[in-house]
């Protein structure tokens, strides 16, 4: 049966009988960048692809449909413009952190990636507070959009990177609340610990009414934090042209906008872990044929199933609400998700200590 | 040289080296993101101590959260170079001769520490940064000055919304 984790047993095992322990380190560590710079450049491709074919179909368009079979080959042809276009830099901006800025935001990006599982056995950092350091992380791509916001020196990318930045610190506390909705249960902070306490069914289902709460509060934080409309009032077109970005051009553009699929698909897959299992396959109860039919299905496509799901989620959000306003936004965060997502929190303490779920 | 005394070495070379370059840089955005990378280094020292909870806390508090409140009040002043007020000769003397003075209580404070001389840091081991022991510490032997110290962030958040509330 196919799985990841025989790949990397035998990767492994072959690595350490031929070189000595150090030398095969390093190789593993080449090995695991180029896999997360692929993974990245494979996601970049296919979010936008999807992204445009998802709000044609919203929108009773075609969307892409010239380049390659049904316009599949459309993001390849549009990086290979935005590579081939000249970066400029507007006269007045900070140089040197203008053009650090958008590796802050990509960089950030990658470091999220290192404790996810992607499949049974199959993750880069099996670290024992996997959940606060996905948080820590995720809150610290505010300083990359503030970075590229202050040194375009353009009142409105400032503008733009204020809003995003209060945005994000403002929801990062209900999204940090509705996970801990879900440590409270496990009792762990680990997420491969996370990913096994769903043996028998996910989160979502074993939580009850508590647990359907936090996630419909973590997947409203999670559109926040990654500025997708309705709350993309960092970047809203018809207000601040294009927000913190506007003087990117080129491949530093090109690097922002993968941030921003990448992101996408990183608190999705959080979501997934928590709520949905992760890569546990669907399990109801005791029905053991039906278990058994469902363990043939690796556990990586479950894995990336899930992700996929709860992105087409986000990007249906985009293409079906209105923007918000920027006082409807803090409102909605402040007077309702916040007062809503910590009563929600103590409901689940309640239930952990009382042994109220499955 | 193992792989831990060369990270270290890193880690404090660079905190040193961001350290004084928030001393020396003349923007102040420039002082305030390498502070940033301050924490970073200090951050990456837990993790060689095992404290990774310290680490990730140390990460949340100061680098996501005081510095971007930084970042907004430093980028909405808009200082420069221009901006900059000239200090007088008297102020600078005094400056130094106080922050010397901080120093020699500092250093005299560490060498006459008598528990700490000749001993090395514990690399990889001990499990008093885990959050399970942090958390049984915090909560039976050091209770009360946590209770105290959160009624403290509660005044600080009732202040808030007071002030907020005048306008």
Redesign the interface.
């Given at each position: 049966m196919f799985s990841l984790e025989g790949i990397t047993d035998a990767i492994y095992s072959w690595l350490n009988s031929t070189f000595n322990p150090t030398i095969a380190l390093l190789i593993e560590f080449a090995i695991v960048v180029v896999c997360v710079i692929g993974l990245f450049a494979v996601l970049g491709l296919v979010l936008v692809f999807m992204e445009r074919k998802v709000s044609a179909y919203m929108q009773i368009r075609l969307g892409p449909n010239r380049v390659g079979f049904k316009g599949s080959m459309q993001t390849m042809a549009d990086t290979l413009k935005l590579v081939l276009k000249e970066g400029l830099v507007p006269d007045g901006a900070?140089k040197f952190?203008f053009n650090l800025a958008p590796f802050v935001v990509m960089i950030v990006a990658m470091l999220i990636l290192a404790p996810i599982p992607f499949a049974r056995n199959f993750q880069m950092w099996d670290?024992?507070?996997g959940v606060?350091?996905v948080?820590?992380?995720s809150?610290?791509s505010?300083?990359g959009i503030?970075?590229a916001?202050?040194s375009s020196n353009n009142k409105y990318s400032?503008l733009g990177?204020?809003r995003s930045?209060a945005q994000i610190?403002s929801y990062e506390l209900s999204a940090g609340l509705a996970v801990l909705s879900i440590v409270v249960l496990t009792g762990s902070?680990q997420l491969s610990d996370i990913v096994n306490s769903q043996q028998d069914g996910w989160w979502i289902f074993k939580g009850h009414i508590p647990a359907i709460i936090s996630f419909v509060i973590f997947i409203i934080a999670v559109t926040a934090e990654t500025n997708r409309a309705p709350f993309d009032l960092a970047e809203a077109e018809s207000e601040l042209t294009a927000g913190f970005h506007t003087e990117y051009s080129g491949m530093r553009f090109a690097l922002f906008f993968l941030a921003e699929y990448v992101n996408i698909f990183i608190v999705c897959s959080i979501g997934a872990i928590l709520f949905l299992g992760g890569w546990m396959p669907f399990h109801i109860g005791n029905w053991e044929a039906f278990n058994h039919v469902m363990d043939f299905i690796p556990s990586s496509v479950w894995f990336f199933g899930k992700v996929f799901f709860l992105i087409f989620l986000i990007m249906w959000f985009r293409w079906t609400f209105p923007r918000l306003r920027i006082d409807q936004l803090l409102n909605l965060e402040w007077k309702y998700l916040l007062p809503i997502s910590m009563f929600n929190l103590l409901l689940m303490t309640l239930m952990a200590i009382m042994g109220w779920y499955f | 040289m193992s792989t831990s005394e060369i990270l270290f070495w890193f880690l404090s070379v660079l905190a040193l080296f961001s350290a004084i370059m928030v001393l020396v840089s003349k923007n102040p955005i420039h002082s305030v993101l390498w502070l940033i990378v301050v924490f970073f280094a200090i951050s990456g020292h837990y993790l060689l101590l095992n404290a990774q909870f310290l680490a990730i806390v140390n990460i949340i508090v100061y680098a996501g959260a005081i510095m971007v409140l930084f970042l907004f009040v430093i980028m909405l002043m808009n200082l420069n170079k221009e901006t900059e007020p000239s200090r007088n000769i008297w102020m600078k003397f005094s400056g130094v001769i106080s922050g010397g003075l901080l120093l020699w209580i500092f250093v005299s404070a560490t060498r006459s520490a008598g528990e700490i001389v000749g001993k090395t840091a514990m690399i990889k081991e001990g499990s008093i940064g885990l959050i399970e022991n942090l958390g049984k510490v915090l909560f039976t032997q050091y209770a009360l000055p946590f209770e105290i110290s959160s009624v403290l962030f509660l005044s600080a958040m009732v202040g808030a919304v007071v002030i907020g509330k005048k306008q």
């Amino acid at each position: 049966m196919f799985s990841l984790e025989g790949i990397t047993d035998a990767i492994y095992s072959w690595l350490n009988s031929t070189f000595n322990p150090t030398i095969a380190l390093l190789i593993e560590f080449a090995i695991v960048v180029v896999c997360v710079i692929g993974l990245f450049a494979v996601l970049g491709l296919v979010l936008v692809f999807m992204e445009r074919k998802v709000s044609a179909y919203m929108q009773i368009r075609l969307g892409p449909n010239r380049v390659g079979f049904k316009g599949s080959m459309q993001t390849m042809a549009d990086t290979l413009k935005l590579v081939l276009k000249e970066g400029l830099v507007p006269d007045g901006a900070d140089k040197f952190l203008f053009n650090l800025a958008p590796f802050v935001v990509m960089i950030v990006a990658m470091l999220i990636l290192a404790p996810i599982p992607f499949a049974r056995n199959f993750q880069m950092w099996d670290i024992n507070i996997g959940v606060l350091y996905v948080t820590a992380v995720s809150s610290l791509s505010v300083i990359g959009i503030l970075m590229a916001g202050w040194s375009s020196n353009n009142k409105y990318s400032l503008l733009g990177a204020m809003r995003s930045g209060a945005q994000i610190v403002s929801y990062e506390l209900s999204a940090g609340l509705a996970v801990l909705s879900i440590v409270v249960l496990t009792g762990s902070l680990q997420l491969s610990d996370i990913v096994n306490s769903q043996q028998d069914g996910w989160w979502i289902f074993k939580g009850h009414i508590p647990a359907i709460i936090s996630f419909v509060i973590f997947i409203i934080a999670v559109t926040a934090e990654t500025n997708r409309a309705p709350f993309d009032l960092a970047e809203a077109e018809s207000e601040l042209t294009a927000g913190f970005h506007t003087e990117y051009s080129g491949m530093r553009f090109a690097l922002f906008f993968l941030a921003e699929y990448v992101n996408i698909f990183i608190v999705c897959s959080i979501g997934a872990i928590l709520f949905l299992g992760g890569w546990m396959p669907f399990h109801i109860g005791n029905w053991e044929a039906f278990n058994h039919v469902m363990d043939f299905i690796p556990s990586s496509v479950w894995f990336f199933g899930k992700v996929f799901f709860l992105i087409f989620l986000i990007m249906w959000f985009r293409w079906t609400f209105p923007r918000l306003r920027i006082d409807q936004l803090l409102n909605l965060e402040w007077k309702y998700l916040l007062p809503i997502s910590m009563f929600n929190l103590l409901l689940m303490t309640l239930m952990a200590i009382m042994g109220w779920y499955f | 040289m193992s792989t831990s005394e060369i990270l270290f070495w890193f880690l404090s070379v660079l905190a040193l080296f961001s350290a004084i370059m928030v001393l020396v840089s003349k923007n102040p955005i420039h002082s305030v993101l390498w502070l940033i990378v301050v924490f970073f280094a200090i951050s990456g020292h837990y993790l060689l101590l095992n404290a990774q909870f310290l680490a990730i806390v140390n990460i949340i508090v100061y680098a996501g959260a005081i510095m971007v409140l930084f970042l907004f009040v430093i980028m909405l002043m808009n200082l420069n170079k221009e901006t900059e007020p000239s200090r007088n000769i008297w102020m600078k003397f005094s400056g130094v001769i106080s922050g010397g003075l901080l120093l020699w209580i500092f250093v005299s404070a560490t060498r006459s520490a008598g528990e700490i001389v000749g001993k090395t840091a514990m690399i990889k081991e001990g499990s008093i940064g885990l959050i399970e022991n942090l958390g049984k510490v915090l909560f039976t032997q050091y209770a009360l000055p946590f209770e105290i110290s959160s009624v403290l962030f509660l005044s600080a958040m009732v202040g808030a919304v007071v002030i907020g509330k005048k306008q």
